[in-house]
């Protein structure tokens, strides 16, 4: 929490999707041509040309976390409450923009789903946060914005009952499953197990999530790539939520038998070979390792009470 009040932001006030580990903002990307990865994978970047991309998730992550941070230390902090001030306006500015989204997809911008999920996030959260402060007039403000995020979303993003990837598509994407674990809607929601089980049927391969399918979105790459790690944790908190507990914990038996001896994973996994591949190891992952974990062992405490 220090490191995010330390943080210098961009002239709206927003804050990057990323920085470097020493609070630098310029991470313009460059090429290593003397360097090969692993097994020989090219090119070798430094830095990363996604870092000064609108992604309007990265609202909702910050305030996420300091509503968990605020909640669990019984205290908000006076240096971040001027952060929640910030981000919940540039979230109010932008949810109606279209962005990159959290893929940092290289494509032309889109009314992506998921971003418009986490600008919710980041109104629910604030106003959350406005109520441990005791700020009655920013808690209602912020959640009537947050009220028409929902509604907004509700009524472009979802086909057939399912959410979709944006709001001109018919694709899925697997970034969707975040409107079960953020509580976008209630676990007994048709139009959540709806939006779950496509997921589960059509976007996997030998059961590993991809993150959606690479002919149906813009995304400015080529090839094809693994199936994403950090989306099939996300199924299993999902699928947890919903009511299917036993499937949750199949799952995650068998994402926790294709971890590396040292009980690591990276970013994506080759399903036809058994190799990782991508970042590794990737905090992503692991941090949706975690959350897949309590889902199943809240859902079994649900059940022995009941």
């Given at each position: 929490?220090?490191?995010?009040?330390?943080?210098?932001?961009?002239?709206?006030?927003?804050?990057?999707?990323?920085?470097?580990?020493?609070?630098?903002?310029?991470?313009?990307?460059?090429?290593?041509?003397?360097?090969?990865?692993?097994?020989?994978?090219?090119?070798?970047?430094?830095?990363?040309?996604?870092?000064?991309?609108?992604?309007?998730?990265?609202?909702?992550?910050?305030?996420?976390?300091?509503?968990?941070?605020?909640?669990?230390?019984?205290?908000?902090?006076?240096?971040?409450?001027?952060?929640?001030?910030?981000?919940?306006?540039?979230?109010?500015?932008?949810?109606?923009?279209?962005?990159?989204?959290?893929?940092?997809?290289?494509?032309?911008?889109?009314?992506?789903?998921?971003?418009?999920l986490m600008c919710w996030?980041?109104?629910?959260?604030?106003?959350?946060?406005?109520?441990?402060?005791?700020?009655?007039?920013?808690?209602?403000?912020?959640?009537?914005?947050?009220?028409?995020?929902?509604?907004?979303?509700?009524?472009?993003?979802?086909?057939?009952?399912?959410?979709?990837?944006?709001?001109?598509?018919?694709?899925?994407?697997?970034?969707?499953?975040?409107?079960?674990?953020?509580?976008?809607?209630?676990?007994?929601?048709?139009?959540?197990?709806?939006s779950v089980e496509p997921?589960?049927?059509?976007?996997?391969?030998?059961?590993?999530?991809?993150?959606?399918?690479?002919?149906?979105?813009?995304?400015?790459?080529?090839?094809?790539?693994?199936?994403?790690?950090?989306?099939?944790?996300?199924?299993?908190?999902?699928?947890?939520?919903?009511?299917?507990?036993?499937?949750?914990?199949?799952?995650?038996?068998?994402?926790?038998?294709?971890?590396?001896?040292?009980?690591?994973?990276?970013?994506?996994?080759?399903?036809?070979?058994?190799?990782?591949?991508?970042?590794?190891?990737?905090?992503?992952?692991?941090?949706?390792?975690?959350?897949?974990?309590?889902?199943i062992v809240f859902s079994?405490?649900?059940?022995?009470?009941?």
């Amino acid at each position: 929490m220090q490191y995010v009040a330390d943080l210098e932001p961009n002239a709206d006030g927003a804050l990057q999707i990323m920085y470097g580990i020493d609070g630098r903002r310029d991470l313009t990307e460059s090429i290593r041509e003397d360097l090969t990865g692993y097994a020989g994978a090219y090119p070798v970047r430094i830095g990363n040309g996604a870092f000064d991309q609108r992604q309007n998730d990265v609202f909702g992550s910050v305030l996420d976390s300091i509503l968990l941070h605020s909640v669990r230390s019984k205290r908000l902090p006076r240096r971040l409450w001027p952060i929640v001030e910030t981000q919940a306006q540039c979230a109010t500015d932008v949810w109606r923009e279209p962005d990159q989204g959290i893929w940092e997809a290289r494509g032309a911008p889109q009314h992506y789903v998921s971003s418009k999920l986490m600008c919710w996030v980041a109104m629910d959260r604030a106003a959350k946060i406005a109520d441990i402060r005791g700020d009655p007039a920013a808690e209602a403000k912020w959640r009537a914005t947050a009220e028409k995020i929902h509604v907004d979303i509700l009524a472009k993003g979802v086909r057939d009952g399912v959410l979709r990837q944006h709001y001109d598509t018919e694709a899925l994407d697997a970034s969707t499953l975040l409107a079960a674990v953020f509580g976008f809607l209630p676990a007994n929601d048709e139009r959540l197990r709806a939006s779950v089980e496509p997921i589960a049927k059509d976007l996997t391969e030998d059961g590993f999530v991809l993150r959606y399918r690479t002919g149906e979105t813009d995304d400015g790459l080529s090839g094809k790539e693994g199936s994403f790690l950090i989306c099939s944790f996300w199924l299993v908190s999902a699928l947890a939520i919903v009511g299917e507990t036993q499937r949750a914990r199949d799952l995650m038996d068998r994402l926790i038998s294709i971890a590396s001896p040292l009980g690591l994973f990276a970013e994506e996994y080759d399903t036809s070979t058994g190799r990782h591949l991508g970042n590794f190891p990737q905090a992503f992952s692991h941090l949706a390792l975690i959350e897949a974990v309590g889902r199943i062992v809240f859902s079994d405490l649900v059940a022995e009470l009941s």
